[in-house]
């Protein structure tokens, strides 16, 4: 049985840190217009420097998707 190499391994996780990775997934689950259960998970594996780069566009689309659900929901009328 080979082992693996080291050094391979090494390469894998400096391009890793180098390029990143990014996993979102969200799931809602709801039985008769009922909310149930919501799961929201975010992982994000980069460098200082990659996270930098995108950091300020994140943000803004972060932003911009509360502003939609803002203008989206209803108002109370009194």
Same mark, same amino acid.
Request: negative net charge; charged residues 25%; glycine residues 4%.
């Given at each position: 049985? &080979?082992? +693996? *190499?080291?050094?391979?391994?090494?390469?894998?996780? *400096?391009? #890793?840190? *180098?390029?990143?990775? #990014?996993?979102? /997934? $969200?799931?809602?689950?709801?039985?008769?217009?009922?909310?149930?259960? !919501? #799961?929201?998970?975010?992982?994000?594996?980069?460098?200082?420097? !990659?996270?930098?780069? $995108? /950091?300020?566009?994140?943000?803004?689309?972060?932003? /911009?998707?509360? !502003? /939609?659900? =803002?203008?989206? &929901? +209803? !108002?109370?009328? =009194?």
């Amino acid at each position: 049985m &080979a082992q +693996p *190499d080291s050094s391979s391994l090494a390469e894998v996780l *400096d391009r #890793v840190l *180098d390029k990143g990775v #990014v996993v979102d /997934a $969200y799931a809602r689950i709801s039985l008769v217009g009922i909310e149930i259960l !919501t #799961v929201e998970a975010r992982v994000v594996v980069a460098s200082v420097d !990659t996270f930098l780069h $995108y /950091a300020e566009e994140i943000a803004k689309i972060e932003q /911009a998707e509360l !502003t /939609a659900g =803002a203008e989206a &929901a +209803p !108002t109370p009328e =009194a």
